[in-house]
């Protein structure tokens, strides 16, 4: 057996472990609320990050119309090259999704959490500090809210959003076994910036200056449910989005790095679904916010890399309609058009993008050319996926 295969039997041997005790007598389980049988559909989980150490991807892969043959996996390209590996935490069934962050943390570190499902009720955990090379697991005490922001890592702490309480927000600070409640949508509802939002859901997370920052669903008409911790009170932290008869404002992407917060918001009204992206470089700054930008069906996947920039891919189900993208503040929203068939993500690279394209268990790699054109590249990820292993 190679030192790789032992380290990788390892981590899978720990992240079985927690899940078992997560499963033992007096355990507290939550209950689940699955998504449909079409879809595996996952409203937004996949996603890709950019770090100084390199560029991260969560991707569904395997059957995408079956819910237990689709599989969420964590890839990862090492800065200044165009490989990508597979680097998903071994031993647990990922087909209810992956929630994962490694943006807040410049010492590289990223964490993941694998969402409920079938007979998983608790939400394992996994974080990196040397770029998935070797795992080290935890677990929470219940499920993971379903959203790609639903973990947060900085150099000392870690935040999850759970399902309990109508939904909570939880904390470590260095061990990611062991957990303490920081707020649940009821005291945040108590607040002043949560009565004026009427706080439903909590739907991000992220540390910003090393404080907490949630992303929340609000009730209120045309209100940004975006809240800030402040020496132990909470205020509101959001920007001022024009309502342009918007009836429902929701934050559905939450991310922190040294150069700052964006947050991705996303409108319902009348009409057709729009996007804006708000800037901050500091968390007592003031937030400058894009032009909408107006689209059909979902958001799919996001992208965010360095210099702020921002992708979204729309799509019907897993069907991808278009690219948009939108360069930091100051910035136009560009669209690209269809990306090529299959495509589930795009990555910022070299200064400009690539499409994650998925067949089953491979994932192939696409650039846009300067012409507007997608072209294949030789990089390919194939991962073996064990269909039937979750039915």
């Known amino acids: 057996m190679t030192k790789a295969v032992r380290r990788r039997a390892a ?28 879809g595996a559909r996952a409203a937004g989980l996949e996603q890709t990050w950019e770090t100084p150490q390199g560029t991260w991807a969560v991707i569904a892969m395997g059957r995408l119309e079956s819910r237990l043959n689709t599989f969420w996996q964590l890839l990862f390209r090492p800065a200044g090259t165009t490989r990508w590996s597979l680097v998903t935490p071994p031993g647990v069934a990922s087909n209810g999704g992956l929630s994962a962050d490694g943006t807040g943390s410049p010492s590289g570190a990223v964490i993941a959490g694998f969402q409920p499902s079938k007979h ?54 260095g061990s990611i076994t062991r957990w303490s409640t ?47 911790e402040v020496r132990g009170t909470w205020v509101s932290s959001a920007p001022r989005v024009a309502d342009r008869g918007t009836s429902k404002l929701d934050v559905v992407r939450l991310w922190s790095d040294p150069g700052g917060t964006t947050a991705l918001i996303e409108g319902h009204g009348a009409g057709k679904p729009s996007l804006v992206v708000a800037w901050r470089r500091s968390p007592a700054g003031r937030w400058t916010v894009s032009a909408p930008v107006t689209f059909t ?48 993500a795009v990555a910022f690279a070299l200064g400009g993008l690539e499409a994650l394209a998925v067949h089953g268990g491979r994932a192939s790699v696409w650039q846009l050319g300067a012409s507007g054109r997608w072209h294949e590249t030789s990089g390919r990820v194939t991962v073996p996926i064990a269909y039937g292993s979750s039915t």
């Open 11 to 38: 981590g899978a041997a720990a992240l079985v472990a927690c899940v078992m005790l997560a499963s033992a007598p007096g355990a507290r389980a939550a209950s689940v609320a699955q998504p449909d049988a079409a």
């Open 120 to 173: 998983l009720h608790l939400s394992p955990l996994a974080e990196t500090t040397d770029l998935g090379r070797h795992w080290r697991a935890g677990i929470l005490p219940a499920a993971l809210v379903f959203a790609a922001d639903a973990v947060a890592v900085d150099a000392r702490t870690a935040l999850a959003l759970v399902r309990t309480e109508g939904g909570a927000l939880v904390r470590a600070d």
């Open 182 to 228: 920081v707020a649940t949508v009821a005291t945040l509802g108590s607040t002043a910036a949560g009565r004026a939002c009427r706080v439903s859901a909590l739907s991000a997370v992220v540390l910003a200056g090393g404080a907490p920052e949630v992303g929340a669903d609000c009730a209120e008409p045309g209100t940004v449910g975006l809240l800030r």
């Open 297 to 344: 069906g979902d958001v799919l996947s996001t992208a965010t890399g360095t210099g702020s920039s921002v992708a979204v891919v729309t799509s019907a189900g897993w069907r991808a309609h278009a690219v948009e993208q939108i360069a930091g503040p100051g910035g136009r929203w560009r669209s690209t058009g269809r990306p090529p068939a299959g495509t589930q």
